[in-house]
T-cell receptor, first 112, second 119 residues
Framework: ELKVEQNPLFLSMQEGKNYTIYCNYS?????LYWYRQDPGKSLESLFV?????AVKQEGRLMASLDTKARLSTLHITAAVHDLSATYFC????????????FGEGTQLTVNP | KAGVTQTPRYLIKTRGQQVTLSCSPI?????VSWYQQTPGQGLQFLFE???????NKGNFPGRFSGRQFSNSRSEMNVSTLELGDSALYLC??????????????????FGPGTRLTVL
């Protein structure tokens, strides 16, 4: 059974600081996604990572994938308050069709 | 292009009742997946439909069922509601790998969700 673990689960940081969220998964996967969720809202797609060594960047967020280590990271650079949200990684197993297995989510709070 | 739509957005039911939720995928998308989100269990996969056939099913009791119509719209039904069914139900649509215009990896796009409260 595919398991996905994120850490930390809660992250409080100051504006301007850098931090990294980690996502580990237990079995071979061919796709990894990062989503953002604001309170009471749905999931907004941030990144799709498809291959080992993939790196994608959008604004202050950068995601990378190491399929050998079964690890993805979401790096936040110079955080701003608008980044406060819950971030989920989700993995599709090689035999899972479109089924997403989600991590627990990381609740990020950026303080002024 | 319109996104994924879900109706109703909010629903209050009592224990023992049944409920039907609806999802209209992005035009051209033929795959619809359903997820349940609760504070205790997080985001969990319910089922996936493609071309009116259930292609994948999560670990939920038989009270949870779904179907997909020929226009790709999908419904999910929960019978004999329990307090623990209170959740945000999210629908996601995707285009089959290889057929998506923008990509070949059938990225899933989520709807706004239906917030179900069971009293």
């Amino acid at each position: 059974e595919l398991k996905v673990e994120q850490n930390p689960l809660f992250l409080s940081m100051q504006e301007g600081k850098n931090y990294t969220i980690y996502c580990n998964y237990s079995t071979t996967s061919d796709r990894l996604y990062w989503y953002r969720q604001d309170p009471g809202k749905s999931l907004e797609s941030l990144f799709v990572l498809l291959s080992n060594g993939a790196v994608k960047q959008e604004g202050r967020l950068m995601a990378s994938l190491d399929t050998k280590a079964r690890l993805s990271t979401l790096h936040i650079t110079a955080a701003v308050h608008d980044l406060s949200a819950t971030y989920f990684c989700a993995v599709v197993g090689e035999t899972s069709g479109s089924r997403l297995t989600f991590g627990e989510g990381t609740q990020l709070t950026v303080n002024p | 292009k319109a996104g994924v739509t879900q109706t109703p957005r909010y629903l209050i039911k009592t224990r023992g009742q049944q409920v039907t939720l609806s999802c209209s995928p992005i035009s051209g998308h033929r795959s619809v997946s359903w997820y349940q989100q609760t504070p205790g269990q997080g985001l969990q996969f319910l089922f996936e439909y493609f071309s009116e056939t259930q292609r994948n099913k999560g670990n939920f009791p038989g009270r949870f069922s779904g179907r997909q119509f020929s226009n790709s719209r999908s419904e999910m039904n929960v019978s004999t509601l329990e307090l623990g069914d209170s959740a945000l139900y999210l629908c996601a649509s995707s285009s089959p790998r290889g057929l998506a215009r923008r990509s070949s990896y059938n990225e899933q796009f989520f709807g706004p969700g239906t917030r179900l409260t069971v009293l």
